[in-house]
């Protein structure tokens, strides 16, 4: 799933619920809901930019908060995390080499940080640094990272995903 293939309206208190009767644009944030409340695991991929993730994905990672850490019964609503059962890896890329991941890796660590809050487990990240414009900057160019992402990926799935 491309989160920007959904629409996700930017976060707001007004609109941070994902159920009815709630703003009608929030039809692809329920269906996040339902995926993330159900699914084992979960691979997120992104850039890094400016030393933080990109606001599509801060988006999603504020849209989710309702659903991730929030309980409703019929009498109150109290906080706990709700995607206990669901684990997570990470590909992050970024356009400076990597002795410029201590800066970068913050949008990597706020993302994680974040779903552990949400309950999940964090099991590992993939990082290709000097990424960037031209072909050898470019991660689809880049045979022996695809293999290795490769491997680790059927890995993770064999041990995580039902």
Known sequence: MHLYDLHLPYFNYGNRKAEPPDDPDNQDVRQLKNLLLKA???VIASPVWNFSAPAILKNFLDR???FGRVYKDQFKVTKKPNFTQLHCYYIFTTGAPWYGWPFDAMAYYTTKLTMWYYGAKNHGLILQTNCGNGSRNVV???PRALEKAYKKGQKFA????K
């Open 40 to 42: 084992d695991g979960l």
């Open 140 to 142: 689809k160019d880049r």
């Open 158 to 161: 064999r041990k995580y995903i």
């Open 64 to 66: 989710i908060s309702y």
